[in-house]
């Protein structure tokens, strides 16, 4: 058995966002934005230590905090979106392949970043909209709404861009409205082949956040998570994030994960940062030791590269990281 990961570079863009969900702790509201020189400082690192990608995450449309608007466009640039394609560009530059979670954008705006980004993500989260009701956890948050984000995987889809998506666990939904999740991330690959990875990602709460005294779900109901998504997709890579699980990592490939994500030698989890990276050095002991072998992946899977999903501006680098089956071939 094979379990993969994507040595990575995580850079945290902007914690503005339009939306409140109510389990976030990276939302702020006196948000700050990255300088180009921050991110550089961050690539170059990167490069340093050998990573192959550099993760964008940030929060939606922050250009409608007015601070975040004119510090743009003090730099020159009309919208986020305009700024994180010159960031990407950096990042080539640097030898790092981007991977951007912009969240719901236009197809215009996805279009364009299709040039510099080896694969782009957005986490459907849950398709039940009952979860954007009153006292549910994305009541303040019109970019979670499910219609919004299907219609950005679907022209994912149709544009050929190599996505990642997945399902947060724990935040008040159904066993049902899971499984109805899993089959509609399903159902979109079905019909335009582009998902690489589905990740089973758990809530875990924040302090001063609504949510913070919610109990995360169990290891139990987050290993039939897996199990559930390996089931209805025998062949889709299932990721589950591995600051989150360590210590139960052979449960989870047993139910069926065989992908780590993002693993960063010095930047954050943002999004977790009391979660910290383990070590590739402890994670190669640990699989060893189940029989497992670890390979280092490029943030675009195997078969995209195969299919020529990409970009000239991408081909080259891809090319030089990648080996035969399409993974790195030195780390
Ligand atoms: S989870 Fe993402 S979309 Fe929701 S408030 Fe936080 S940054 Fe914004």
């Known amino acids: 058995m094979q379990l993969t990961y994507s040595k990575n570079v995580f850079i945290p863009l902007t914690n503005a966002c339009r939306n409140r969900c109510g389990y976030c702790g990276f939302r702020s509201d006196r948000p700050r934005i990255m300088s180009k020189r921050e991110v550089v400082d961050i690539l170059k690192k990167g490069r340093r230590a050998r990573c192959k990608e550099a993760l964008f995450t940030f929060g939606e449309k922050p250009e409608v905090i007015p601070q975040i608007k004119k510090k743009l466009e003090h730099w020159g640039y009309s919208s986020i979106i305009e700024y994180l394609y010159k960031l ?80 947060l666990i724990g935040i008040g939904e159904t066993w049902d409205e899971l499984l109805d999740s899993i089959k509609l991330l399903k159902s979109l690959n079905d019909k335009y082949g582009h998902i690489q990875e589905v990740i089973i990602q758990n809530f875990k709460p924040k302090p001063g956040t609504p949510m913070e005294n919610r109990p995360e779900p169990s290891i139990r109901y987050m290993v039939e998570a897996v199990r559930l998504a390996r089931k209805t997709m025998p062949t889709m890579s299932i990721q589950v994030p591995p600051n989150l699980i360590l210590g139960s990592l052979e449960l989870y490939l047993d139910a069926g994960a065989n992908d780590l994500g993002g693993i960063s030698p010095f930047t954050k989890d943002y999004i977790n940062p009391e979660a910290d990276w383990p070590k590739i050095e402890d994670l190669e002991m640990v699989s060893r030791k189940l029989g497992v072998r670890l390979r280092e992946r490029l943030p675009i899977y195997p078969r995209f590269i195969s299919k020529g999903w990409y970009s000239e501006k991408l081909k080259d680098l891809i090319h030089s990281y990648s080996d035969s089956e399409g993974l790195v071939k030195w780390s």
């Open 88 to 167: 990407c560009e950096d990042a080539i530059k640097y030898g790092l392949l981007p991977h951007s979670n912009p969240g719901v954008i236009s197809e215009e705006d996805m279009r364009l970043l299709r040039e510099v980004n080896a694969s782009m993500g957005l986490m459907l989260e849950n398709s039940s909209e009952r979860l954007c009701q009153e006292g549910m956890p994305h009541y303040y948050s019109p970019g979670k709404n499910p219609k919004e984000r299907i219609k950005v995987i679907e022209t994912a889809g149709k544009l050929r861009i190599p996505f990642t998506t997945g399902v």
